[in-house]
């Protein structure tokens, strides 16, 4: 009698301000949690999906990320035959801008990969897990999909041949990650961005991107902080978040390095030099969403450089 | 009797193909040579001036690169009586996208310090380059006179600043420069500059040039190959560069790692993991243009670690 595994796949942070659409970083809390087990019947099932607060996610597995990730990685393993259901426990917002479909998506492969005990290595996994992330989004883009899996802050070079590189961590750096309960579709979030960038612009963004890669591998947090500094992205989308200049600057003030919008937004995250100043970056965030009533969900987290495992 | 010193400041490689008006790097060879002495005449005086190759250089101190780069840095140590001569030496073509004017700002400003003995650090001279600099280019970038007085391949974060970063070196990296002689002016390769990039090539331009911080932290030759890939740039200038994409190619063939244009052209950079490959690329290059009868002149030197020095 087979009781089924039970594995973790983290939220993460996309974009990082400066790295649009190639930046990512996992965090250690929140995330989803995917079960797996045997069953007699041959193929596979979504038994039971909770924590989806009020929103609806399918149980059609070809339409449910954590269901079509694991339904492709067990048709490349060719075990027609086998019977397996899933239970996906979503312990993390839907639409917040953390990564909450990457992170089913990428505990659907993982669950199977360790329910079979097939070993098959993460970075084979994650052709898979996007499969099922390219469901809820607009293109195949890794950025939240990888750090998920992988752990880590990961920078893509490129989408297409899965060219993407851990950057070395980089002790006690802690997030804080706010996410108003306030709903920016990824479509809008797009929308709004213009869809030239001026090339002083892009010279500002790209040098900061590079600083950024620098400053991981110096461990330098004051650079870490002057890199983040989204000269492209951040203008068009804040206007999108309530209150963002007033979240920002408070952070700042508190201590944090540097910040931006995570993914799409609503959420925001700071980064800052340990757990205590990230608690107290946390407070002053806090304060003034719940000044002007805005409901919230605040996270503190380290990063997070294990991405998804069998807990 | 003071006999007077002579410092050398190399030739350099801006933009570096994704890292426009960010990044450069040093050569080994060409470069410049700046003699100084003292003299009984107060005051700064450029004595003579070699190798203009049919261009014609000011003698006016105000007016010259060198000249006010040295003026300045005298300045700023309050000896207004000290009567200084200086000579300088070009013995790289001008003009060429390779640095010249950078180079004989950090052969002015090297020289004041090496005949006074004043120690002051190469970080607190950039300044009085890019005075000198600023003199000869549009704008006031690091991105010659940075690697020329420092040595290495270097990130600039911020100009205004100075924030910037020398990648850590790899073994063997080889370049190999190629310059057409026919003249672009900057002026010419800046207008020809379209003054908006998409939004999907600002993201490959940037995570290709965050991709080639990672591979000189690494070593990895092959990513370094892969990230000097510049979408924005070299599409646009490499119109005014004859046979630019045969004398790309024909490098590739050999087995370069990769490449583009130097500064604002017309030199062509190619990098390559050892000398033996770079000379080999050198000679595929030179054939392309000796077979259609343009004058050209070649380098093949390793990466300067150095900069700017006393010799």
Partial sequence: MNPGIKVFAPASVGNVGVGFDCLGFALEKPGDEVFAKFTDKPGLTIKRITG????????????N??????????QSLNEPKLGIEIEIHKKMPLGSGLGS????????????NELLGTRVEKRELLKYALDGEELASTGRNADNVAPSLLGGMILIRDNETLDLHRLPHFNHLYATVIYPKVEILTKDARNILSEFVSLSKMIQQSANLASLVVAMYKGDEQLLGRSLNDVVIEPQRSKLIPHFDNVKKSAMKMGALGGSISGAGPSIFMLSKNSLIAEDVGEAMKKIYHDVGIAYELFVSPINHEGAIRC
Avoid at 65 to 74: D, K, W
């Fill in 65 to 74: 990320t954590a269901g079509l990730s694991a339904y492709n990685f067990m």
């Fill in 101 to 112: 479909s990457a992170a089913s998506a990428v505990g659907g492969v993982m669950a199977i």
């Fill in 52 to 63: 989806m607060r009020g929103k609806k996610l399918p149980y059609d597995v070809m339409k």
